[in-house]
């Protein structure tokens, strides 16, 4: 099982940046794809980034050139960043980290993001 856990997020002026972060425990050896999704207020959860083992990357066209997912591992812990860049007032939203392990989708609690225009 893996428990994920998020932190980075705040109030941020339109044009800003902020980074968010996610520490993965557990059992992060069997960790495949990770991933950022966001939901925004009356709107579907969307993905906005993810990596995968290998390291390869996808991202949302609307965050694309402004966000960066990165991942790094250690021994006990994986951790999951979003450098987010050039804000807007439409990526506020709830953020959320997620990691895809043993056929099992794990989620954390959510970090909310507010960008003020």
């Known amino acids: 099982q893996v428990e994920l856990v998020e932190s980075g997020g705040g109030l941020v002026q339109a044009g800003g940046s902020l980074r968010l972060s996610c520490a993965a425990s557990?059992?992060?050896?069997?960790?495949?794809?990770m991933a950022w999704y966001r939901q925004a207020p009356r709107k579907a959860r969307e993905l906005v980034a993810g990596t995968s083992s290998g390291g390869s990357t996808n991202y949302a066209d609307s965050v694309k050139g402004r966000f960066t997912i990165s991942r790094v591992n250690t021994h006990s812990t994986v951790y999951l960043y979003l450098r987010m860049n050039s804000l807007k007032s439409e990526d506020t939203a709830v953020y959320y980290c997620?990691?895809?392990?043993?056929?099992?989708?794990?989620w954390g609690q959510g970090t909310q993001v507010t960008v003020s225009s």
């Open positions: 557990g059992s992060i050896f069997n960790i495949n794809a």
């Open positions: 997620n990691a895809y392990a043993d056929s099992h989708s794990a």
